[in-house]
C-alpha cells in the first residue's frame, strides 16, 4: 500500500505537509490552519483501515483532504469509496483541489455540510476518522457507534493533545460495552474503537 502511492499523491501530500508545518512553526496566529494530522498518524489509519471488514468508509472532517489520502489508500486496496464530510467552504475548495490534483475523485465523495446530518442517513460503517472541532465528538461518537459493522473501527485523533477536552467522551469510549477501546500514543494520540 505504502509503495504503491502514485506521485500525483505523493507530490499533493508533500505539499500540505510543507503548508502545515509552516502554518505551525511561524507563530503567526490563523483562523484557517489545515490543521491535519501528522504522516505516521496518515500511515496508521490507512493500515487500520485496510483491516477493515465489508461497509462504509467514513471521515468526519477533511480539511485540506491529507488524511483522506492516507485513507484513499486503504480504499484502492478494498475496493471501496471514501465518503469525508467537511463543513467550512476553504477547506472544502482545498479539498477538491487535492482529491483532483491527487486523481484520487473516483475513490472520494466530499460531503459538503455537517457530518452529523450525513452521518444519520449512513449505516454499516466499517471504518470511521474522527478529526474535527472538539465540540461534536461525543455526537458524532454516539451516531457511529451504533452502525458499525461488527469489527468496524472508529478511530478519533486528538486523544492526548486536547484530552481535557475531550476526556468525558474518552471515558464514555472507554467504558463502552459496545467497543474494545484504546488510547494508542502515536503522535497526538488516537482513540480506537472496535465494535464488538
Not at 84 to 89: A, K, R
Request: hydrophobic share 40%; aromatic share 6%.
Amino acid at each position: 500500500m505504502f509503495h504503491q502511492i502514485p506521485e500525483s499523491m505523493r507530490k499533493r501530500m508533500q505539499m500540505l505537509e510543507d503548508i502545515d508545518t509552516i502554518d505551525r512553526s511561524d507563530g503567526t496566529p490563523r483562523l484557517q490552519r489545515l490543521r491535519q494530522i501528522p504522516p505516521v498518524t496518515g500511515q496508521f489509519i490507512a493500515l487500520l483501515a485496510a483491516t477493515t471488514p465489508d461497509g462504509e468508509m467514513v471521515e468526519i472532517g477533511t480539511s485540506a483532504g491529507y488524511s483522506s489520502m492516507w485513507i484513499i489508500q486503504a480504499c484502492k486496496l478494498l475496493g471501496r469509496k471514501l465518503k469525508t464530510c467537511e463543513i467550512m467552504p476553504e477547506k472544502i475548495a482545498l479539498a477538491k483541489e487535492t482529491f483532483c490534483v491527487a486523481e484520487v475523485e473516483e475513490y472520494v465523495q466530499l460531503l459538503e455540510g455537517d457530518a452529523r446530518e450525513y452521518l444519520n442517513d449512513l449505516k454499516d460503517i466499517s471504518f470511521c476518522f474522527l478529526d474535527a472541532e472538539k465540540e461534536v465528538y461525543a455526537d458524532c461518537y454516539e451516531i457511529v457507534i451504533p452502525k458499525l459493522v461488527p469489527g468496524g473501527l472508529l478511530v478519533a485523533d486528538n486523544a492526548i493533545n486536547h484530552r481535557e477536552i475531550l476526556q468525558p467522551m474518552l471515558d464514555r469510549a472507554l467504558a463502552d460495552e459496545r467497543v474494545d477501546a484504546m488510547i494508542v500514543p502515536i503522535a497526538k494520540g488516537e482513540l480506537v474503537c472496535r465494535k464488538i
